[in-house]
């Protein structure tokens, strides 16, 4: 497909003094991101649906960043679409595949930690009384038994289950899952919005789901690929394009065509420099900080992502601390973080749901940057807990 000129990778807009360690769905722009955009923006700014030259022009772009999304997640051209937004993908995948088999019965099975966006379209189709939770263990992974018993009982018209876990990392095992869903004949949707452009993610899957905004395209769309045979029935008012009524938008859907095959090429180098910086995270955070919980799976996780709790420490009071001295992180659910409620993915570990601070690392960040969040952090955390009444610690 056709790609801008590349600009020095390696500028940040970022203000001077802080860090920006909460990319997970709302990562920095990556710099091709802003010259694809503006590319596709002069260029395929008209409505590809309609026949003359300008629209055939904005085709040509749709139909680039399609073919480009296809190739990197081993897919037909014809199986891409693209949504409104990541939640949008995963509404859309629930709503369509898990009523088309109402033969069947349209229950869900789907993980204790499956994003916000999943458990609430998996209810709207099948009813509380519908949807089957799996638990997991206290790293935050699946029981594949558990799930592949639960696929396999009569009235199941969908699986769910995600790469790996935004909030924590943990990765999941697909591949087992995978073979049962086959097995039972119910098809499998993966969320792939953590995972997609930080690591491997395998072909055990019949519905994919990613969020550009998560590798460093700009917000504004989504990608959802459904493999050929999959049965869907949208219910939708008819439109031309029923994942995406009314169209999408072709600059953003290009930028973030672009930006995938960018990050993807250098998708390795990026894992095992970030990767270190989370080891080294996980190692200092609770030897530093008194009565803090680092949570998730040390050694099968994504390479960018960390949550740790600590006792006796409001969420929202730590985030407010810590930004006040230049850094932004995350905390609550990463699906739900407007509420700051208490997570359920932690709740479902069975860990410290309070106090949770959600580091989400982009290729921008380095090692400075972690030195100095690792040297504010338990002043932080000691000057929150005061507040609180709780010393000595």
Not at 86 to 98: D, M, Q
Request: glycine share 8%; with cysteine; aromatic share 4%.
């Amino acid at each position: 497909m056709t790609r801008p000129t590349t600009p020095d990778a390696s500028a940040s807009t970022r203000p001077a003094g802080r860090s920006y360690l909460d990319a997970g769905g709302a990562a920095p722009l990556h710099p091709l991101a802003l010259e694809a955009l503006r590319q596709a923006s002069a260029e395929g700014w008209s409505n590809p649906e309609r026949l003359h030259s300008e629209a055939r022009t904005a085709a040509t772009l749709l139909g680039a960043a399609r073919e480009t999304f296809a190739a990197l997640v081993g897919a037909r051209t014809q199986e891409v679409h693209l949504t409104p937004s990541h939640v949008a993908s995963l509404h859309a995948a629930v709503t369509a595949v898990a009523p088309a088999r109402r033969r069947v019965g349209r229950g869900v099975v789907a993980s204790a930690v499956e994003r916000a966006a999943v458990l609430a379209a998996a209810r709207h189709v099948a009813g509380e009384d519908g949807v089957t939770l799996i638990p997991t263990d206290r790293l935050g992974r699946v029981d594949a038994l558990a799930m592949a018993d639960a696929v396999a009982q009569p009235g199941v018209g969908l699986a769910c289950l995600q790469h790996a876990n935004g909030e924590v990392g943990t990765v999941q095992p697909l591949a087992a899952v995978h073979e049962a869903a086959r097995a039972a004949r119910v098809p499998f949707l993966v969320d792939a919005g953590a995972s997609l452009g930080h690591a491997h993610v395998p072909s055990s899957w019949d519905v994919l789901a990613a969020d550009p905004a998560d590798w460093g395209a700009p917000r504004g769309v989504g990608l959802l690929v459904v493999r050929q045979g999959v049965r869907v029935a949208q219910t939708g008012p008819e439109d031309a394009d029923p994942w995406a009524p009314g169209g999408v938008n072709v600059a953003n859907a290009f930028a973030a065509a672009v930006v995938l095959k960018a990050v993807m090429a250098e998708r390795q180098e990026t894992a095992a420099r970030l990767s270190v910086l989370v080891d080294r995270l996980r190692d200092e955070v609770p030897r530093l900080v008194p009565d803090v919980e680092v949570v998730g799976d040390p050694d099968e996780r994504l390479p960018h992502v960390l949550t740790f709790s600590c006792l006796y420490v409001d969420g929202e009071a730590l985030l407010t601390e810590l930004d006040r001295h230049g850094f932004a992180v995350g905390s609550g659910s990463a699906c739900t973080s407007l509420t700051l409620e208490p997570s359920h993915v932690l709740r479902a570990m069975g860990v410290l749901t309070h106090g949770n601070v959600r580091l989400t690392l982009h290729p921008g960040v380095t090692s400075d940057d972690v030195d100095r969040f690792l040297a504010v952090l338990p002043g932080c955390v000691a000057r929150v807990r005061d507040q609180l009444g709780v010393r000595g610690l």
